[in-house]
C-alpha cells in the first residue's frame, strides 16, 4: 500500500502503522470520507431552502390579506408539530408517488395497468427509479420545508423587533414598500433573528444524520457499515464489533461543526449588528 | 422671521390642505382643517397634545391618510381612493414621487440604524431619486457641513448624542433637496441643552427661505421662526395669524390658556 515511500521511511513507521494506515485509507475508508459531501449539500442547500421559506413563510404571515396570513400560520404550526423523522420519510415518497401517478396517466395503457394489477406503480412505465442525487435534493427540501417553519417563526418575530419609526422613516422618502422591505426591514431583521436561525441551523445539521433513512448512503450509513466486525482474507479477523469507535468519530465531527458554526455565527451577528448592537446596548 | 408677511402673500401654495378629516376609530382627531404654506413660508402648528397637530403633519405626506378631505403639493393633488375609513392612496406612483420631495423630520429622529450618518442622507437620493452617486456624497457632506455634523459622518446613529442624531436627520432631509420641510415636534425627545443646538439649525433653515411645516411645542421658538401661527384646538383651527397677532394680540380665550399653560411650564 504505501510501497512508494522511501525505505527509511517504512522502517520509521513499523509495519503496524503501515497496515493501520494502509486500513483507514482503503476504498470503503475514502468511501465514507467521500460520504461527508452528502451531509454537507444537505446541511447547505437544506439550511438555504429554510430561510427562503421561512422569508416567504414570515411574509405571509406578517401579509394584511387574511387567506395569505392564514397558510402562513398553518403552514408554521402543523409542520413545526410533526416529527421531523415522519415528515423526512413521509415527503419523498409522497412527492416520488405523485409524480409517478402524473406520469402513470401519460404512458400507461390498459395492458400495461393490467399486467401490473394492483401494485404500485400503476404499471412498469410510470416507475420513477431514484438514486442518491434525486434523493439527496429531495432530502434536502425536506429539511427546507420541515425548518423553514422553525425559520417562518424565528424571522417573523424578528421582522417585528426592527423599530417602526424607521419604517415610517423609510416610507416618509418615497422608498416603495419593496424597497422598505429589503433595504430596511429585511436587512434589520436579521440582527433579531440570527440567534434564533443559529438553533435552527443546529438542527438542520442534526438532522441531516437522518440522511440514511432515504437510502443515502452518508456518513452514519458508512460507520455502521465499517464498525461491524471486519474479516480481511489476508490477516483474518482485523477488528470485532468497534462501531462504538466509529460513532464516536461522529460525535468528535459533529462537536467540531457546532463549534465552527458558533465561530461562524458570530462573525455573521457582527456583521448585521453594525450599529444596531451598540444602540440596543446603551 | 423670515420674510415679512406681504413678500410670501404673493408666492404660490406649495401645501394646501382643505377640509382634512382623520379618525382613529371613533375618535375624531382632525374635524375639517383647511389651509396653505406658501413658498418660502415657514408654518408652526401649535396646541396641546390631543389637538391633532401631528397627525395633521402626518397627512401631508400620508403617513396617515385623511377620511376626507385633500391634500395638494404645488397644485398637485395627492390622489386617494375608497370613502371614510377604507380610504387610501389611489397611485403608488404619485405618492412615492412626492414624498420624495418632502423632507420629514421626526420626533424620535428614526434614522436608519444599519447605515452610517452619511449613508442615511445618501440613502433617498441614491434609491428614490436615483441621482448619481458622486453628487449626492458630495452634496451629503455638505449638508452634514451646514448642520455641524461633518466629522461623524462615519458614525452610527447610535454613537451620535440625540442632538447630533436630530441634526443627521435634517440633513438627511435637506439632501432630498425637499419642496418643504417637515418637522414633527423636532426637539421634544431631547434633554434642554440639546434642544438648543437643534434649534440653531432650524433657525437658519427657516432664514434661507426654506417652505416649512413645524410642529412644536416651543412656543418661544414658534414665535422667532414662523410667518404664520396656526392653533389647533380639538381638531379645529382655532386662531391664525402672524407670530404678533398670535402671541401679542390673542384673541381666542382657549389660546390665552394654552398659552398660559405653556409659559408656565
Redesign the interface.
Known amino acids: 500500500m504505501f510501497d512508494f515511500l522511501p525505505q527509511w521511511m517504512r522502517d520509521g513507521l513499523g509495519d503496524d502503522v503501515l497496515f493501520w494506515l494502509g486500513y483507514l485509507t482503503n476504498g470503503k475508508h475514502l468511501t465514507w470520507y467521500a460520504s461527508l459531501q452528502f451531509t454537507v449539500f444537505a446541511a447547505v442547500f437544506g439550511s438555504l431552502l429554510a430561510v427562503t421559506f421561512g422569508l416567504l413563510g414570515a411574509t405571509l404571515k406578517n401579509s394584511t390579506f387574511p387567506p395569505a396570513r392564514l397558510i402562513g400560520t398553518i403552514y408554521a404550526s402543523i409542520v413545526r408539530g410533526v416529527p421531523d423523522v415522519l415528515f423526512f420519510i413521509f415527503f419523498p415518497l409522497a412527492f416520488e408517488q405523485s409524480v409517478e401517478w402524473v406520469m402513470a396517466s401519460q404512458v400507461c395503457t390498459p395492458e400495461t395497468l393490467a399486467a401490473q394489477s394492483a401494485a404500485w406503480p400503476p404499471c412498469k412505465e410510470a416507475n420513477w427509479l431514484l438514486s442518491t442525487p434525486e434523493y439527496l435534493v429531495m432530502a434536502s427540501v425536506s429539511l427546507g420545508i420541515i425548518y423553514g417553519a422553525f425559520a417562518t417563526n424565528v424571522i417573523h418575530g424578528a421582522l417585528r423587533a426592527v423599530?417602526k419609526?424607521?419604517l415610517?422613516?423609510?416610507?416618509?422618502?418615497?422608498?416603495?414598500?419593496s424597497?422598505v422591505l429589503w433595504?430596511?426591514h429585511i436587512?434589520?431583521m436579521w440582527?433579531y433573528a440570527l440567534p434564533g436561525l443559529s438553533n435552527v441551523w443546529m438542527l438542520i445539521i442534526k438532522a441531516t444524520s437522518l440522511l440514511s433513512l432515504l437510502q443515502i448512503a452518508d456518513i452514519v450509513l458508512w460507520a455502521d457499515r465499517l464498525g461491524a466486525p471486519n474479516f480481511l482474507k489476508s490477516v483474518g479477523l482485523v477488528h470485532d464489533d468497534w462501531r462504538w469507535r466509529y460513532y464516536l468519530v461522529l460525535f468528535v465531527f459533529y462537536i467540531l461543526v457546532t463549534l465552527v458554526s458558533e465561530k461562524g455565527f458570530n462573525v455573521l451577528m457582527r456583521w448585521?449588528g453594525?450599529?444596531?448592537l451598540?444602540?440596543s446596548r446603551? | 422671521m423670515t420674510q415679512s408677511a406681504p413678500e410670501t402673500a404673493s408666492k404660490p401654495n406649495v401645501v394646501s390642505i382643505r377640509d382634512l378629516h382623520k379618525s382613529f376609530g371613533e375618535l375624531e382627531v382632525l374635524k375639517g382643517i383647511s389651509f396653505d404654506a406658501r413658498e418660502g413660508e415657514v408654518v408652526a402648528l401649535i396646541g396641546s397634545s390631543g389637538s391633532g397637530k401631528s397627525t395633521l403633519l402626518r397627512c401631508i405626506n400620508m403617513l396617515e391618510v385623511p377620511n376626507q378631505g385633500t391634500v395638494a403639493i404645488d397644485g398637485e393633488e395627492i390622489r386617494l381612493r375608497g370613502k371614510g375609513h377604507d380610504r387610501r392612496i389611489g397611485d403608488e406612483r404619485q405618492i412615492h414621487r412626492i414624498r420624495s420631495e418632502l423632507g420629514m423630520v421626526f420626533q424620535s429622529f428614526n434614522l436608519w440604524a444599519h447605515m452610517t450618518i452619511l449613508e442615511n442622507v445618501m440613502e433617498a437620493p441614491l434609491v428614490v431619486q436615483k441621482r448619481p452617486r458622486p453628487e449626492v456624497e458630495a452634496e451629503a457632506l455638505a449638508m452634514l457641513a451646514k448642520v455641524g455634523i461633518r466629522e461623524k459622518a462615519g458614525a452610527y446613529p447610535a454613537q451620535l448624542s440625540g442632538g447630533q442624531q436630530q441634526r443627521a436627520a435634517i440633513a438627511r432631509a435637506l439632501c432630498i433637496n425637499p419642496r418643504v420641510m417637515l418637522f414633527d415636534e423636532p426637539t421634544s425627545a431631547l434633554d434642554p441643552e440639546l434642544e438648543v443646538e437643534v434649534l440653531r439649525v432650524i433657525k437658519i433653515l427657516a432664514d434661507e427661505g426654506r417652505t416649512m411645516v413645524l410642529v412644536t411645542h416651543d412656543m418661544e421658538f414658534a414665535r422667532s421662526v414662523s410667518d404664520r401661527v396656526i392653533f389647533l384646538h380639538q381638531g379645529l383651527i382655532e386662531e391664525e395669524g402672524t407670530p404678533d397677532q398670535v402671541f401679542g394680540a390673542t384673541r381666542s380665550p382657549r389660546l390665552k390658556q394654552f398659552l398660559n399653560a405653556a409659559n408656565h411650564e
Open positions: 423599530p419609526g424607521q415610517e422613516a423609510a416610507r416618509a422618502y418615497g422608498m416603495s414598500a424597497q433595504r430596511i436587512r434589520q440582527v448585521a453594525r450599529g444596531i451598540d444602540e446603551r
